[in-house]
């Protein structure tokens, strides 16, 4: 089989070391000055790193290398089963790649976007074959979070989609499939761990060390939100949040907040810029206040939201509920899935968190999902 990857950045060489690990004749194709070589430095010293702790020998990395074409030539495309684009996050920018790409490869040749935010019909009606048109949304970094999300857009035929999902679970990736709606399943059901979070600190609740402590030490995370969204990157976290929130139509659920954007703003982006929530030139973190009730009441507060979010996505079809969870657990990697949590919980208590919340604040924010409501009062649970 034959993949090629268009954009070689962080995502785009990720998903080539992927496919050429798997043994496919890999093209990966960047039109910008430099991009290739750099892909190309990134991925030796990759392989080179798996060569040192032994998870692969020497030959196999030389395989694997010797199976990517690297090429600043579209051309090189021609004859490939899929292509995987991961280039710039800009609608027409990616229209006009796909078009482009269209003309070259033949007819069964299945085209993917790894967009994080578009939508898959948007992009997919710059091609004259729409049915071929697909999302295949990795996670970073793509060799090793295990989740792929697979996001058929209305134009899609049934036989794209089975045929997508087989080579990505063939590459032994967990797939789930979800609607073409803002955020596709991680990025709408996650916007809680980080918002609620923040919004727990502009009311002075608590410090962004104690928020993180409670998320992590008693919620089982594995990180905190803010040692979380300064990994991520602020830039890149309030930007998602921003475009969820309009492509949601501005519902008042996703509202960003201005404490990151002044993060965003002041360019304290996290770890790649030495500043952020934290600040990484200092030898010792800030201390969290371990008060365990304290701790408890944050943990409950995002955990309620995020399970909201979870039962609205299932509520509205997005995902099934097997599916909703592993994104969860293997996207972003939550300790356990979230209506699986609901359950252990009871799904009247996480009812009685948002009510008494939305009943403090008057806000839509916390407005519960029918979907929850429905099963407080029959009496039932997700599992
Ligand atoms: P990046 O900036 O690291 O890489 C993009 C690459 O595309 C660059 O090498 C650039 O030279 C190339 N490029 C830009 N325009 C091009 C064009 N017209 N033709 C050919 N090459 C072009 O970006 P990154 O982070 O790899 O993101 C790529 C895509 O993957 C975006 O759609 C993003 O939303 C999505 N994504 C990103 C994730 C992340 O955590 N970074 C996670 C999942 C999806």
């Given at each position: 089989m034959k993949v090629s990857v268009i954009g070689a950045g962080t995502m785009g060489a990720g998903i080539a070391q992927i496919a050429a690990t798997k043994g496919h004749n890999v093209c990966l194709y960047d039109s910008f000055d430099g991009a290739i070589d750099n892909a190309k430095n990134k991925l030796n010293k990759i392989l080179n790193r798996l060569v040192e702790k032994e998870r692969i020998t020497d030959e196999q990395s030389r395989d694997i290398l010797g199976r990517?074409?690297?090429?600043?030539?579209?051309?090189?495309?021609?004859?490939?089963n899929i292509v995987i684009e991961a280039i710039v996050e800009d609608l027409e920018i990616k229209k006009n790649v796909f078009s482009k790409i269209e003309n070259i490869v033949n007819d069964k040749c299945i085209i993917a976007s790894n967009t994080s935010s578009l939508s898959i019909a948007s992009i997919a009606?710059?091609?004259?074959?729409?049915?071929?048109v697909i999302g295949i949304h990795f996670f970073n970094p793509a060799p090793l979070m295990p989740l792929v999300e697979i996001i058929p857009a209305v134009q899609t035929s049934e036989n794209t989609i089975k045929n997508a999902r087989a080579i990505i679970d063939s590459w032994q990736k967990t797939t789930v499939i979800t609607k073409d709606?803002?955020?596709?399943?991680v990025n709408r059901v996650a916007r809680p761990f980080y918002g609620e979070a923040i919004r727990i600190y502009e009311e002075g609740i608590a410090d962004f060390a104690t928020i993180d402590w409670a998320i992590r030490n008693i919620g089982g995370f594995r990180m905190g939100p803010f040692e979380l969204m300064d990994y991520i990157g602020n830039d890149i976290n309030y930007t998602v949040t921003e475009t969820v929130f309009a492509a949601f139509y501005y519902d008042q659920r996703y509202k960003p907040s201005f404490t990151q954007k002044r993060m965003k703003e002041a360019g304290f982006f996290g770890r790649k810029s030495g500043?952020?929530?934290?600040?990484?030139?200092?030898?010792n973190k800030p201390k969290a206040n371990e008060d365990r009730e304290l701790g408890k009441k944050i943990l409950w507060r995002v955990l309620s939201m995020l399970i909201n979010e979870a039962v609205d996505a299932l509520f509205l079809n997005i995902a099934n509920k097997e599916d909703i969870d592993l994104a969860m657990t293997k996207?972003?990697?939550?300790?356990?899935?979230l209506l699986a949590w609901a359950d252990e919980i009871g799904v009247e208590n996480v009812l009685k968190q948002l009510e008494d919340l939305q009943e403090e604040?008057?806000?839509?924010?916390?407005r519960p999902s029918p979907l929850l409501k429905r099963m407080v009062k029959e009496n039932k649970t997700f599992y």
């Open positions: 990517i074409n690297f090429t600043e030539e579209l051309d090189a495309i021609k004859e490939s009606s710059a091609c004259k074959n729409t049915e071929r709606t803002p955020g596709f399943i500043r952020g929530y934290y600040d990484y030139s200092l030898e996207g972003v990697n939550y300790p356990k899935g604040y008057g806000e839509d924010r916390y």
